[in-house]
């Protein structure tokens, strides 16, 4: 598989997780989610979930009743608070892109890979460690914390460069 390739998000949505809808899910055939948590669900500072975060959940259970979050984070305390907010699994120190960790966590779902989407907010972590296990990637913006709403995420402009010089066919971020 090329770089461009292993970069490309199968969905990528201009907005944070918020904007995954269980109708996106139906209409893309998703019956499982693996969830980054750092920036994908919560802010990197904080360690408590926002009052939309448990509602989005249990509308996208409708139609995803398997949830895993699966972490680069090391934090147990911090991982295990998040997880047990949202009543789900988690694996934390994934070293994504590794795929090791994603993969159990697929496993335990019991559905088919390509069944099963890996959302998060990072393309050369969470986009390519699902592109590489034949997961449905999504791309989501990172979630941040309001009180730094100006801050740039320079990581995330670096790697959009990087990706479309590598062949991926990614949108201008701003």
Known sequence: MSWGKSLQPDLFLNDTILSLTPELLER????????????????????QISAEILPWVESVRTVTP???LVSNNVSESRINRIAQALDVPYLLGAAKPSRRKIRRAVESMNLPMERVAMVGDRLFTDVLAGNRLGMFTVLVKPMVDPTEIDRKHLIHSLEFRLSRALGA???IRD
């Open 169 to 171: 066919v990614m949108p």
């Open 28 to 47: 893309h055939q998703i019956q499982g989610l693996v969830l980054d948590v750092d920036e994908t669900l919560v802010p990197i500072k904080m360690s």
């Open 66 to 68: 398997q949830i895993w």
